[in-house]
C-alpha cells in the first residue's frame, strides 16, 4: 500500500441510460469506486454525460474562463493525482463520451501522473481491444497508463446490479476480484506516490515546458 490516500478522478465512459443490451455501468463503476475506496483513496467521478461535446477546448480558454461546466471537471481533474478511466467497448473503442472528455483537455491537465485503465464488457473479451486504444490516448495526453490493466468479461454476471460481486456462482469470486485489480491499483499507488513526492522536489513543468503555442514544437529539427 501506499504511505498516503489519494485523489482520484474516476473517469467513467458509459452515457446509456436504457437497454437493451442490459445497461452494465452503474454495477461496474460502483465497484471500481468502492475498491478504490476500500484502499484508502478519495474518488470523484467525471461523469460524460453530464458533459458538452467537444466546440472549443478547455485549453483553447484564457485560464480559468472556460463555461462552468469544463471548469468543473478541469478542477477535479488537477485535484486528481491519478486517473481511472472506466469504460465499455464500443466496436473495438473505447466510449465516445469518456474520449469526449479526455479530449477537452490537454496534457497541461493530465500530465506528470499515471493512469489505470479498466474495460468491461457484456461479452466474453472483457473489453480489452478497447483498451489498447486508450492506452494510447492517455499516453499521448501524459497521465502513463501502468501496464496492469482491469478487464471485466461478462460484467452482467459477475457483478450484482449495487455494485457488490456476484459470489452465487464461486464463494471465492469477491477475493479473486479483489486480487485481480490490487494487481493493476497498486501499481498506480506506487507511480501515484513516487510523481507526489518528485514534485516536491521538482517542478515538472519547469522541467519540461508544455506546448505554449503549437504542437508543432514536438517536430524534429
Ligand atoms: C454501440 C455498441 C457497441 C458495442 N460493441 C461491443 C464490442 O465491440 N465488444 C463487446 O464486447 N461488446 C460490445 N457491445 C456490448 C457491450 O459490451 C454491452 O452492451 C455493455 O453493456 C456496454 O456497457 P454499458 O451498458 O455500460 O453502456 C456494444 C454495445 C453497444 C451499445
Redo the contacts with the bound molecule.
Sequence with gaps: MTTRGLNIALIT????KT????????R?NAFIQSTLESRGHTVTRVNPIDFPLLDKPCFAYPEGDAPEKIEKVHSVLKWAHCYVCVT??????P?PGLMNVLNHFGSSTFSFKPSAIVT????????T??AVSLRTALSELGCLPVSAMIHI?K??EVFNRDGSVNISKDSDSADKWAKYCSRCFSQMEWWAEAAVRQKEIVDPFDFSPVFLSSPSQRNAP
Design positions: 465512459g458509459s452515457t446509456r437497454g437493451p443490451p442490459l445497461v452494465l455501468h452503474p461496474v465499455p467497448e464500443y466496436n473495438h473503442m466510449s468491461y464488457s457484456g461479452g466474453q473479451w472483457g473489453g481491444r478497447a468479461p460484467a452482467q
